[in-house]
């Protein structure tokens, strides 16, 4: 009897935690959208915020994804631009397997053909031009569009003989267009050298993640190179170096930070002292 009353009154206890604990641990509903994680501190915050905020985060200083539009309504003349070649798409040259069916996703999500924004209009009154790469488009891996258009960006920029200004952020070549992605790589370089001779400036600005050909690239020619806080610039992945070396790398290595040390990069610039940064440059070389 002693020990059925024992178990009554420790199921009751549990009952009575539990009742107790029910509040905090109450399930709330929260629609999407209202709050973002950030993935660095993972502390929650009002999305309106972040977006207020230039996507970064408030708390740890994170530097999140901004759309190519978001970010150049931040930087031109009271948001005003005018976009170049947006309807350009690729023929898919080598006809690789299901890439029609990922460039459909692709422009679903975000609305464009491609992951390159060209534009140009006055930053600080300064007439410039300037390319932007988005992310959410397959990486802005660079394929045909992607250097057509950045050399066309640049091209336009040596006639008009304006200051060019490339914000990159890219997973590289893409895959699915093979030799014909890694042919970009020259396009873009020998435009730029042309623009160079022209004894006209470039300011490349790289965004978290930069990597493979557009590093390779244009993305490390500007006669000045910028890189937001944080981003992870490089060839291959540190994965891939690690297992390749069998070393392990430094800390941080082929973040911008590391970068800035190590003479691959010349300045920091958060984003929300982006426009005011590229306004005195482009003064200063104007
Ligand atoms: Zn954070």
């Not at 976009?83 to 350009?88: D, H």
């Not at 300064?126 to 258009?149: C, P, Q, R, Y």
């Not at 993640?209 to 244009?218: N, Q, R």
Request: with cysteine; aromatic share 8%.
């Amino acid at each position: 009897m002693d020990k059925l009353l024992k178990e009554r009154r420790h199921r009751l206890n549990e009952f009575k935690d539990y009742l107790g604990k029910k509040p905090a641990s109450k399930h709330v509903e929260i629609p999407d959208g209202i709050y973002t994680k950030c993935p660095q501190c993972e502390g929650l915050v009002l999305s309106s915020h972040i977006k207020e905020n230039m996507y970064v985060c408030p708390k740890c200083g994170r530097h999140m994804y901004i759309s190519g539009h978001e970010r150049l309504e931040q930087l031109f003349d009271n948001g005003k631009y005018k976009e170049y070649w947006s309807s350009m798409k690729t023929n898919d040259p080598l006809d690789f397997p299901d890439y029609d069916l990922k460039l459909e996703k692709a422009k679903k999500r975000t609305g464009m053909n491609d992951g390159v924004i060209v534009a140009s209009g006055r930053i600080g009154h300064i007439k410039t031009v300037v390319v932007v790469m988005d992310n959410h488009f397959m990486m802005a891996s660079m394929g045909t569009v992607a250097g057509e258009k950045i050399t066309r960006a640049i091209e336009y920029a040596t006639r008009k003989k304006r200051p060019l200004i490339i914000f990159s952020s890219s997973g590289g070549a893409r895959m699915q267009e093979g030799i014909f992605s890694l042919m970009q790589m020259g396009k873009t370089c020998a435009a730029l050298k042309r623009h160079m001779n022209a004894g006209l400036l470039y300011i490349s600005y790289l965004t978290h993640p930069t990597t493979g050909g557009v590093t390779a690239s244009f993305a490390l020619l500007g006669d000045i190179n910028i890189a937001e806080p944080g981003a992870l610039i490089g060839f291959a992945g540190p994965r891939v170096i690690e297992s390749t070396l069998r070393q392990k790398l430094p800390e941080g290595f082929q973040r911008s930070e590391f970068l800035v040390e190590h003479g691959f990069v010349d300045l920091i610039v958060e984003r929300n002292k982006s426009r005011e940064t590229l306004i005195t440059l482009l003064h200063l070389h104007s």
